[in-house]
Nanobody, 126 residues
Framework: VQLQASGGGLVQSGGSLRLSCAAS????????MGWFRQAPGKEREFVAA????????YYADSVKGRVTISRDNAKNTVYLQMNSLKPEDTAVYYC????????????????????WGQGTLVTVSS
């Protein structure tokens, strides 16, 4: 499985960005795709996740209400729409896929995700 993340860039505080993550190669019927981020000097943290089957979503409290995760089954692509961006959202954003259909309480655990994309940098200026 290969994941290609794109859409990062420089945006002013309050602005918006949409990240994309295209999956190719072997796919699984029951999967969960997620977005994580890592700021300089900090640990990787969960942002959002979506179950491929059914579309259940789960968000970190820090982004809830500002971020929407969605999927396009036909394109094997997951999107992360980020609005009202803040300087503290600055990080490298990684998409990941789990072979499991995770439930809400486990969607934020990085070790449960099996494949990772290369990351895309989001910089929010104040």
């Amino acid at each position: 499985v290969q994941l290609q993340a794109s859409g990062g860039g420089l945006v002013q505080s309050g602005g918006s960005l949409r990240l994309s993550c295209a999956a190719s190669g072997r796919t699984f019927s029951s999967t969960t795709m997620g977005w994580f981020r890592q700021a300089p000097g900090k640990e990787r943290e969960f942002v959002a996740a979506i179950r491929w089957s059914g579309g259940s979503t789960y968000y970190a409290d820090s982004v809830k209400g500002r971020v929407t995760i969605s999927r396009d089954n036909a394109k094997n692509t997951v999107y992360l729409q980020m609005n009202s961006l803040k300087p503290e959202d600055t990080a490298v954003y990684y998409c990941a896929i789990s072979r499991r259909g995770l439930i809400a309480g486990t969607m934020g655990i990085p070790s449960l995700f099996d494949y990772w994309g290369q990351g895309t940098l989001v910089t929010v200026s104040s």
